[in-house]
């Protein structure tokens, strides 16, 4: 089992930034990708971003490309999600996932789940 932690959210005004961090535990040497994904109230979970653990490929939605940045490290089992440039849209409950198949857009890819970190951007 691997545990997934995520912490830094927050409420931000339009335009800030926000770090999102997300600790892995446990079987933690069995995670081949992390992903952050997010969930707006009264819409579907949607994808992010992902990084896979030993080559740090990045892969990123269309809608945060040059805004948000995922980093990883390995040393602390740890992944990131730096946000720049946020916006009103971007507000939603982010969520860290862990896979042991490989880099996905898709949820049903990720093995692990945190509990999710809540982000507000006001205009």
């Known amino acids: 089992q691997v545990q997934l932690v995520e912490s830094g959210g927050g409420l931000v005004q339009a335009g800030g930034s926000l770090r999102l961090s997300c600790a892995a535990s446990?079987?933690?040497?069995?995670?081949?990708?992390m992903g952050w994904f997010r969930q707006a109230p009264g819409k579907e979970r949607e994808y992010v971003a992902t990084?896979?653990?030993?080559?740090?490929?990045?892969y990123y939605a269309n809608f945060v490309k040059g805004r948000f940045t995922i980093s990883r490290d390995n040393a602390r089992n740890t992944v990131y999600l730096q946000m720049n440039s946020l916006k009103p849209e971007d507000t939603a409950l982010y969520y860290c996932?862990?896979?042991?198949?490989?880099?996905?857009?898709?949820?049903?890819?990720?093995?692990?789940w945190g509990q999710g970190t809540q982000v507000t951007v006001s205009s």
């Open positions: 996932a862990a896979s042991d198949k490989g880099p996905s857009v898709f949820s049903d890819n990720y093995d692990y």
């Open positions: 446990g079987r933690a040497f069995s995670i081949v990708a």
């Open positions: 990084i896979t653990w030993r080559s740090s490929s990045t």
